[in-house]
């Protein structure tokens, strides 16, 4: 059945039976209830397009990533973040644009999507501390969401992040706690907004602690499975090596773990590991019990919120924009133990 049929047996206009089956507040409570009803009653589902002609929306959502960092496109936590944001879009009825664009063509990207209509909506990834996109969205008037923050930006706008900087405040402290005192910060790239709220939150730990910051243990790097190998076999052949790492990712914590059992270590009893542990699918810490203590944050329910908040803001362009910052939670796995004396295995 087509909307001309459905309206016909509704005896309404086809514009009132589109205009109640997309919760225009001029249709009233009984004629939407009527509408819907009889839309279920018939497996009526209305075509994207139809319902952008009623609407005056695209009716899809952009999400646009610049060439120049495609480490976003494998990153499985970006692939993760897309699966839980789609799902909300489709059970929305929106569709999802990906462009993949010159980094130098990243700005002019998002004027052309406004110029030609062609999303109600973008994502910005990857947001820097100095990031100029939202300034710019908001100069364009292109509705948008920040996965993440953008700290030198100070005027409203929705976001989803995770709170960066007491997670890795309580994994430093649980290893201070631990009796560690040379703990490695493993951390992504630094001109990121969430890596320096990491870098903060290791760092408050340690002053809250009377422990000196050393900068010799403070790396920062794309969180690669071998840049945390080629991490922590340089620190650890050094001469004070340090008793625990805490990586920013978990994948940088496998790098890690190779390089504790090539020098004949034991993780967890030698040496100690804390990560961030995005809870994906297909790269699980473990089972019951967790093989990396980690702080640990679900990525695909952030993306499904986030793209909520996104098509909240597009209908409702007048409320105030959703800022949701979500704690992390802290599990205890096989990775981390009492820091071990010296002699014990010969550091």
């Given at each position: 059945m087509n909307l001309k049929q459905l309206s016909a047996t509704l005896g309404l206009s086809q514009t009132t039976v589109s205009r109640a089956l997309n919760g225009y507040p001029e249709?009233?409570?009984?004629?939407?209830?009527?509408?819907?009803?009889?839309?279920?009653?018939?497996?009526?589902?209305?075509?994207?397009?139809?319902?952008?002609?009623?609407?005056?929306?695209?009716?899809?959502?952009?999400?646009?990533?610049?060439?120049?960092?495609?480490?976003?496109?494998?990153?499985?936590?970006?692939?993760?973040?897309?699966?839980?944001?789609?799902?909300?879009?489709?059970?929305?009825?929106?569709?999802?644009?990906?462009?993949?664009?010159?980094?130098?063509n990243e700005h002019e990207t998002y004027r052309r999507l406004?110029?030609?209509?062609?999303?109600?909506?973008?994502?910005?990834?990857?947001?820097?501390?100095?990031?100029?996109?939202?300034?710019?969205?908001?100069?364009?008037?292109?509705?948008?969401?920040?996965?993440?923050?953008?700290?030198?930006?100070?005027?409203?706008?929705?976001?989803?992040?995770?709170?960066?900087?007491d997670a890795f405040a309580q994994a430093t402290g649980y290893l201070v706690a631990l009796g560690h005192r040379r703990i490695a910060l493993?951390?992504?790239?630094?001109?990121?907004?969430?890596?320096?709220?990491?870098?903060?939150?290791?760092?408050?730990?340690?002053?809250?602690?009377?422990?000196?910051?050393?900068p010799a243990l403070m790396h920062t790097a794309e969180m690669t499975e071998t840049n945390g190998y080629n991490c922590a076999r340089h620190l650890l052949g050094a001469k004070m090596p340090p008793t625990a790492f805490l990586c920013a990712s978990l994948i940088t914590a496998l790098g890690v773990r190779r390089a504790i059992e090539e020098r004949g270590l034991v993780m967890g009893k030698d040496v100690s590991v804390v990560t961030h542990d995005d809870m994906l699918p297909y790269l699980q810490n473990g089972g019951d019990t967790p093989i990396f203590t980690a702080v640990r944050s679900c990525v695909r329910s952030a993306g499904r919120q986030l793209a909520q908040s996104l098509l909240h803001a597009i209908k409702h362009p007048n409320s105030a924009p959703q800022q949701t910052i979500l704690d992390c939670a802290f599990v205890v796995g096989h990775s981390t133990g009492p820091a071990p004396r010296k002699d014990e295995h010969g550091l």
């Open positions: 249709v009233s409570k009984a004629t939407r209830h009527r509408v819907e009803a009889a839309a279920r009653k018939y497996n009526y589902h209305p075509s994207s397009r139809a319902r952008g002609l009623a609407t005056g929306r695209a009716l899809a959502i952009g999400h646009v990533i610049p060439m120049s960092d495609q480490h976003d496109m494998v990153n499985p936590v970006f692939g993760d973040f897309i699966a839980g944001a789609g799902e909300t879009y489709a059970q929305n009825g929106y569709e999802m644009i990906l462009s993949i664009v010159d980094k130098t406004k110029q030609r209509r062609a999303v109600d909506g973008v994502i910005v990834h990857g947001p820097r501390f100095d990031d100029a996109r939202p300034a710019l969205l908001t100069d364009i008037g292109l509705p948008f969401a920040v996965h993440g923050r953008v700290s030198r930006y100070d005027r409203p706008y929705t976001y989803l992040d995770v709170n960066n900087h493993l951390n992504g790239l630094e001109v990121m907004d969430f890596a320096q709220r990491r870098r903060k939150g290791y760092e408050a730990a340690l002053h809250a602690h009377g422990i000196g910051i050393d």
